[in-house]
């Protein structure tokens, strides 16, 4: 199956730094790739979807300015935390897409996961 | 109310057991819909769409009613290693056109010897 990888798989950074995780589609192209948050014994929390080539799309509650979204190619999607406090230590998982079918089937492919813990 | 509600588990099944597993979406609008599997500190892995005609893979089998807007995963024959986090997935379409997916909380599995 389709492949996608996340780095780093973890990461420890002190309160107020910034924090950046990729996500690379491996072996296709991915115009459309998401980005969730998983806290422990929760389920995934969609937190935006982004577009390459354009402006992710912020889930409610969701803060764009904390929290950037690059997809500046069809392989690659970027997630920066700016100036990460302790409340932000969680699971980050982002996904893309193989194909989207006219009814709306298809198969989503996770990558690894970055654990963040900040201290 | 959640998009996307589950049973909230755990289940504690002996080996071979059967477990069903439920769940409900509001949006009737949603287009098609997924159970995953997910492992401790890993991330979900796709276990098998669900169609309206229902559809069986081996031991697992998923059933969609629309009308209720209901899912299931039913488990037979339960194995130590189906012990895991099971997740409903619903796509739904977006204002852009595009779909996004909503999970449930999950439902958490525990087959004991």
């Known amino acids: 199956g389709a492949v996608v990888s996340q780095h780093p798989s973890w990461v420890i950074c002190k309160s107020g730094t910034s924090v950046k995780i990729e996500c690379r589609s491996l072996d296709f192209q991915a115009t459309t790739m998401f980005w969730y948050r998983q806290f422990p014994k929760q389920s995934l929390m969609l937190m935006a979807t982004?577009?390459?080539?354009?402006?992710?799309?912020?889930e409610q509650g969701v803060e764009k300015d904390k929290f950037l979204i690059n997809h500046a190619s069809l392989t690659l999607s970027t997630l920066t935390v700016t100036s990460a406090h302790p409340e932000d230590s969680s699971f980050y998982i982002c996904s893309a897409r193989t194909q989207i079918l006219a009814g709306g089937g298809n198969e989503q492919f996770f990558g690894p996961g970055t654990r963040l813990t900040v201290l | 109310r959640k998009e996307v509600e589950q049973d909230p588990g755990p289940f504690n099944v002996p080996e071979g057991a059967t477990v069903a597993f439920n769940c409900t979406y509001s949006?009737?609008?949603?287009?098609?819909f997924f159970w995953y599997r997910q492992d401790c500190r890993k991330e979900p892995k796709l276990l098998m769409s669900?169609?309206?005609s229902g559809n069986e893979d081996g031991r697992f089998t998923a059933q969609l009613n629309r009308a209720s807007q209901y899912i299931s995963l039913l488990i037979r024959d339960s194995k130590l290693s189906d012990s895991a986090t099971y997740l409903c997935a619903v796509n739904m379409r977006e204002n852009t056109g595009g779909f996004k997916t909503i999970f449930g909380a999950g439902t958490r599995l525990f087959v004991k010897a």
């Open positions: 669900v169609y309206s």
């Open positions: 949006n009737s609008a949603s287009q098609s």
């Open positions: 982004s577009n390459e080539g354009s402006k992710a799309t912020y």
